[in-house]
């Protein structure tokens, strides 16, 4: 897969700005934060075209790259599709459903190598570094942002360091053997907090350097483009969001994209609800919300790792969310009137099964959280019968992938205790 595909960005088509305190930073592709002294809070990617021109002869992501704050334009074929929900809208009784599907479906044309959304964030987080950066990419994931990135560093030969929680190493797969520039670690009896902790202290050694998460702009603005295609194809912005969340980076996604729509002019005046689950019992999010507490209620965090080892989308157990950060889910929530819901286990696999059985794909748990939220919000009165509803499918077709592909299982190349914080060296 060569590196870059002709786009490339030659003069400044965004600039950074705090969301706290509104100061303005130029394109730094290495930004994460604001430098005055406040509180916590996100950078935000102002974009110079204020109206979206889709760039059709682009690859995957790329049609949308006056929204992108992206250096170039890489060789991947990957975007979100957004179709017309029948089996399920039938099912529920709603007119106006509508599916954006972040997966492999050949039959309509998604191409979503490793199945999962987290690839949008991780295309544009690469395409946002500069093509001679030497220093390595520290990544901390507990899956499927993890099999992402793994997948593309592989195909695109860019030195990775990837650590995940030891009993999620089933989750980093591939349709093709991974390259030695990959390398993984593995965090023992430790969760996705532990792995955070562990790959932090690794991206302030000499030579490397991390990406960022929910600070990052390209994660959240890659992951804000289901929205962006739904409005496109739909010419308009929907009335309801739904989607699972573990760290919150996708319903900021959702809501930032939506601003920019509103800012566009052409899809609407009205905010697009967000109605975003996670799975019991591990909720932190939800129950804060259900409080209307800016802040996550305090918890135990013995009680929270025996949760997260209750959670059939493990994907969603996020300890440190971006729920309270100035710019982050709190006010993404407060500005849309936005709902949460808490999903067991079974809700969610009933969900599952309902969505293959009517829509014909298999999907994720985390997908089927959302799927199930969904089903919670329609039985509740929550959304209208004929309202306009996009439901982020984020991870599906994995198994028919692995049905028609082989999988390479990435190996680890060390596997540290949780609560290590560092380590002395890391071989080269």
Not at 42 to 55: F, N, P
Request: net charge negative.
């Amino acid at each position: 897969m060569p590196y870059d595909s002709g786009w490339q960005d030659d003069h400044p088509h965004y600039v950074l700005r705090c969301t706290h305190c509104n100061a303005e930073y130029l394109i730094d592709s290495f930004r994460l934060q604001c430098n005055e002294q406040h509180e916590p809070a996100l950078l935000r990617a102002e974009y110079r075209a204020k109206t979206l021109e889709v760039k059709s002869h682009l690859p995957g992501v790329f049609r949308y790259v006056d929204w992108l704050p992206v250096k170039r334009c890489l060789d991947a074929p990957g975007k979100p599709i957004t179709y017309e929900s029948k089996g399920l809208s039938h099912h529920l009784g709603l007119t106006y459903l509508y599916i954006s599907f972040n997966g492999y479906w050949p039959d309509r044309q998604a191409e979503l190598s490793t199945g999962s959304f987290k690839e949008l964030e991780a295309i544009t987080v690469l395409a946002r570094i500069p093509k001679d950066e030497d220093r390595t990419l520290v990544i901390m994931s507990a899956g499927n942002t993890g099999r992402a990135f793994a997948s593309l560093c592989s195909s695109l030969n860019l030195p990775l360091y990837l650590v995940i929680p030891e009993k999620n190493l089933k989750a980093i797969w591939s349709h093709q053997p991974f390259s030695p520039c990959v390398r993984l670690i593995a965090v023992r009896d430790g969760d996705y907090s532990d792995a955070i902790v562990l790959g932090q202290s690794i991206s302030q050694m000499e030579n490397f350097f991390l990406e960022g998460g929910a600070a990052n702009v390209a994660r959240r603005d890659g992951m804000g483009l289901p929205v962006i295609d739904a409005a496109v194809t739909l010419g308009k912005i929907p009335d309801h969001y739904f989607q699972a969340v573990g760290s919150g980076t996708g319903g900021i996604a959702a809501w930032e994209a939506t601003q920019r729509l509103l800012g566009d002019g052409r899809f609407g005046s009205h905010r697009m609800k967000l109605h975003l689950a996670q799975n019991e019992p591990f909720t932190p999010m939800v129950r804060a919300w259900k409080a209307r507490s800016r802040c996550l209620l305090p918890v135990d965090e013995e009680l929270e790792r025996r949760q997260i080892h209750q959670v059939s989308a493990t994907v969603l157990t996020n300890r440190n969310p971006a729920y309270s950060v100035t710019g982050g889910l709190y006010e993404a929530l407060v500005d849309t009137a936005g709902e949460m819901y808490a999903v067991t286990n079974h809700e969610a696999d009933r969900a599952r099964h309902l969505f293959e059985t009517l829509e014909g794909i298999d999907i994720c748990p985390a997908s089927g959280v959302a799927t199930a939220a969904l089903i919670q919000a329609v039985e509740a009165g929550k959304v209208g019968k004929q309202d306009c509803i996009l439901l982020n499918i984020t991870s599906g077709g994995t198994q028919r992938m692995q049905q028609e592909h082989p999988s390479y299982f990435l190996q680890p190349n060390w596997v540290i205790p949780a609560g290590k914080p560092w380590f002395d060296e890391l071989p080269g």
